[in-house]
């Protein structure tokens, strides 16, 4: 069952979630980043997560503009490493090729504080990396 939370348009985001074979997919839409912004989306996808039990997450990232600063992707994954997020496994899809390298450092200090995180350019990759792990 989908299930869509558009929260007001002050919040910078709308949250889609769709439960999939062996995973959820969290899809997140918005014409503008923060660090505040970006945040939140995950605190409410770490609440969904834990909420339903999920092991595994697909975030969808269809965000357009801007990606958040590096030192803001660095508190977002220090904000939540005692989050629910850090018993999963967790794939980010992000379409836009030149966000791809930005989100890498997001990647590895995830995996410095123990959260199972990779980013990817393309989904159906993302997808096999979180059900098969290669």
């Known amino acids: ?26 899809e997140v839409n918005g014409s503008r980043s923060s660090g505040e912004i970006t945040l939140a989306y995950w605190r409410e996808i770490a609440a969904e997560c834990e909420r339903i039990g999920a092991q595994r997450l697909l975030v969808a990232d269809h965000f357009r503009g801007n990606v958040v600063t590096r030192e803001e992707m660095l508190r977002c994954v220090h904000a939540l490493r005692g989050s629910a997020l850090a018993k999963l496994r967790i794939a980010l899809y992000e379409p836009e090729a030149e966000n791809v390298s930005a989100l890498q450092h997001a990647e590895l200090e995830a995996l410095d504080v123990g959260i199972d995180f990779r980013v990817f350019g393309n989904e159906r990759e993302a997808e096999v990396w979180l059900l098969y792990g290669y």
């Open 1 to 26: 069952m989908k299930q869509d939370r558009d929260p007001s348009s002050a919040a910078g985001f709308s949250l889609r979630f769709e439960p999939r074979a062996g995973y959820l997919l969290a």
